[in-house]
């Protein structure tokens, strides 16, 4: 009886060590998780993407991937838990009728760049996007319009994404 009583304490104790273990491996696994996700969204360690005439900035651990397109040249930029589809062509164009009571509209006309920059006050519900063209100028070799859009963010990504699309300059 007292063999079987002192078998029973003993796997009691082994399953409250397990049970500490794994409390601290989950604990240890939420930290590590947590300060990498914070450092995948600096605005640091930069490259330079091209898509068509322009060029922006990225952390180095975002990649480009060009897929097939119709009428234009689309892809996807992505890193950091973060994707960016992107739409440059002819055709492509910004948003219409967009509701300001879920966005802040940012439209910028600069020496001919039109910009639009769309954030949303949700950004996990709604898209981020920019959309860039020119002022039809048929004397001018304005590239055609760029469109890069992201949905499903954090306040973060969202932060870092804004950085992106500000980073984008024409290549003239």
């Not at 009571?101 to 760049?113: A, R, V």
Request: proline letters at 4%; one cysteine or more; aromatic letters at 10%.
């Amino acid at each position: 009886m007292l063999a079987g009583t002192l078998c029973l304490k003993q796997n009691e104790f082994k399953l409250q060590i397990m049970k500490s273990s794994e409390s601290f491996s989950l604990l240890f696994l939420i930290f590590f998780l947590n300060s990498c996700s914070q450092d995948d969204l600096a605005y640091d360690n930069l490259k330079t993407f091209d898509i068509g005439e322009y060029q922006l900035q990225a952390p180095k651990n975002f990649n480009l991937i060009e897929q097939q397109g119709y009428d234009s040249m689309v892809g996807i930029i992505e890193g950091s838990g973060i994707t960016m589809s992107y739409d440059y062509g002819m055709y492509t164009s910004p948003e219409q009728n967009v509701s300001e009571e879920n966005y802040d509209i940012i439209n910028d006309n600069n020496d001919g760049t039109i910009r639009q920059l769309l954030i949303p006050k949700n950004p996990e519900r709604d898209h981020t996007s920019i959309h860039i063209s020119f002022t039809e100028n048929p004397e001018s070799n304005n590239p055609p319009a760029l469109k890069i859009w992201s949905s499903n963010l954090t306040e973060k990504q969202q932060e870092l994404v804004i950085k992106i699309f500000n980073s984008i300059t024409v290549a003239r």
